[in-house]
């Protein structure tokens, strides 16, 4: 099956340094969703890509849909104690019943005030 | 986006009982989707519900142990069958609203521990 490759695993961070993290697979994907996860709770979704090569803002996060659709990756600008959490990546592609999404990894964030 | 709740939030079960776990949503939604989130791990999707069809199954997960309804357009349920200590996991519904059905949002989850 397809696998989504998530790097890093695990941050810790000073607060107010800058986040990237990246996923990649060997599929091709038709959008790429970045994630948030906080404890006890489901995931949130940050952003959407839905273009080869799209750059896309929302706040202090960045991410980017990769040229070849195989890659992606977020960035986290000026971090805040809040940020903390698990970052997902995910892929959608087309399954039997319709869209399907495969997962990364996930990286989890700590950031020290 | 919808907005989705689920119930229970948690429950502790014994070995061999069932629980059937329920997805509200507020706003009809023709795609929805359950996964499982084992400990510390990524989310994987068990099935994919959408109304007016039988439940497409990934590989790994059969009916008969994740039996599901999709009676209408805003509710479905997941019943997790003669459960055992691996079946303790979160159990997440999403759904997929709007047109182009690419973003999915998520339930806050269910939390499952089988004793």
């Known amino acids: 099956g397809q696998q989504l490759n998530q790097s890093p695993q695990s941050m810790f961070i000073q607060e107010g340094e800058d986040v990237s993290m990246n996923c990649t697979s060997s599929s091709i994907f038709n959008t790429w969703l970045w994630y948030k996860q906080e404890p006890g709770e489901g995931p949130v979704l940050l952003i959407a890509l839905y273009k080869a090569g799209e750059l896309t803002s929302n706040g202090r996060l960045t991410a980017q849909f990769g040229i070849t659709r195989k890659d992606s990756f977020l960035n986290i600008s000026a971090s805040i104690p809040s940020d903390v959490g698990i970052y997902f990546c995910?892929?959608?592609?087309?399954?039997?019943?319709?869209?399907?999404?495969?997962f990364g990894g996930g990286t989890r964030l700590m950031v020290k005030p | 986006s919808a907005v989705i709740s689920q119930k229970p939030s948690r429950d502790i079960c014994q070995r061999g009982t069932s629980l059937t776990i329920q997805c509200q949503v507020d706003?009809?939604?023709?795609?929805m989707f359950w996964y499982r989130q084992q400990p510390g791990q990524s989310l994987t999707l068990i099935a994919t519900a959408n109304q007016g069809s039988e439940a497409t199954y990934e590989s790994g997960f059969v009916i008969d142990k994740f039996p599901i309804s999709r009676p209408n357009l805003t509710f479905s349920t997941l019943t997790v069958s003669n459960m055992s200590p691996e079946d303790s996991s979160i159990y997440l519904c999403?759904?997929?609203?709007?047109?182009?059905?690419?973003?999915?949002?998520f339930g806050p989850g269910t939390r499952l521990t089988v004793l």
């Open positions: 999403s759904v997929a609203p709007g047109t182009s059905y690419n973003e999915q949002f």
């Open positions: 995910a892929g959608l592609s087309n399954n039997n019943a319709g869209n399907m999404l495969t």
């Open positions: 706003s009809q939604v023709t795609m």
